[in-house]
C-alpha cells in the first residue's frame, strides 16, 4: 500500500545478520525486526542486528509483541523503539485494540507524538484502562502462558502425526541458546506442523473446544489458527510454502487454562485431524 508513495522496502531474514547488514542501502530509514516471529517463532539478534544498523546510523524498531516487556527487552538490548500490540499480552482479556510506541530517545517520543495526535489514532479513555488494567497482572498471566506452552510444546513433540513442533523453549529450535540468551522466558506462543494437508489442520483447528478458533492471541483462553487458510491465507502457497510455512501448520495462543484441559483438547483434536489427513510427510 505505501509504495504508491514511493516507500519502498527490503525484505530479508533478520535471523541472518550479514543478510541485513547487507540488506541496509544509503535510502533507508530504519530496520525493522520482530521477534519472536509470527507464526514461525523465529528469533533475531536484537542485539546484534543494532550494532550493524547503528553502524550505518539507521534507526531499529522491535516488534515486541509475543514476547512482551516482562520477557523481553528490547530497548535494554540498543533498540530505538519498542513497539506492542497491546490488543494481545499487555491487555491480555481480549477486550481492547491499541498500540504503543516506546522509547529512550525523548525528541524521537515528540516527534512520534505530533504525528499521533495530527493524524495518527489516539485510544480513549476505556481503551487505556483496559491496558493499564491488564498490566497488573501481566507478569503472573506471562508465567502461566509459559509454563503451559512448554508443556503443550513438549507433549507434541512425542505425537505420531506431527512432523514439526516449532517453540523457542525446546531445544530443537535453531535459535534456542538465542532465545535463552535475550529471554526470560519463551512466550505462549506454539506452532506445530501436522504431518498432512492443509484439510488436516482446519480439521484440527475445528475440533478443539477449549482452543478457541480466533486469528488473534495473547488473551487468557486459549487460541487456535490455521495459518495457511486464515492468517496467511491471501500470500501464494507457493510462496508460501517457500518461507516455510508448510501446508499442515497450526498456530496455538496458549492460554492460563490448566494444561491437563489443554493437552487433552488437543488429544481428541489430534486424532480427529490425522483420521482425515492425506499424508505428504514423514515424521522428522
Partial sequence: MFERYGIRFTFVDTTDVPAVERAIEEQTKYVYLETPTNPLLRVSDIAAVTKVAHAKKKLVIVDNTFATPYLQRPLELGADVV???CTKYLGGHSDVVCGAL???DKALRDELAFFQNAVGGTPGPMD????LRGTKTLALRMQRHCENATALARWLEKQPGVARVIYPGLESHPQHALAKKQMAGFGGMVAFELAG???AANTFASSTSIF???ESLGGVESLVEVPPSMTHASIPADVRRAQGLA???VRLSVGVEHVDDLIADCQQALAKA???RTPVAAKR
Fill in 128 to 131: 487505556c484502562f483496559l491496558v
Fill in 212 to 214: 478457541t478458533l480466533a
Fill in 274 to 276: 490425522l483420521a482425515t
Fill in 83 to 85: 513497539l506492542h500490540s
Fill in 247 to 249: 501446508d499442515g501448520l
Fill in 102 to 104: 516506546i522509547g529512550n
Fill in 197 to 199: 494437508d492443509v484439510a
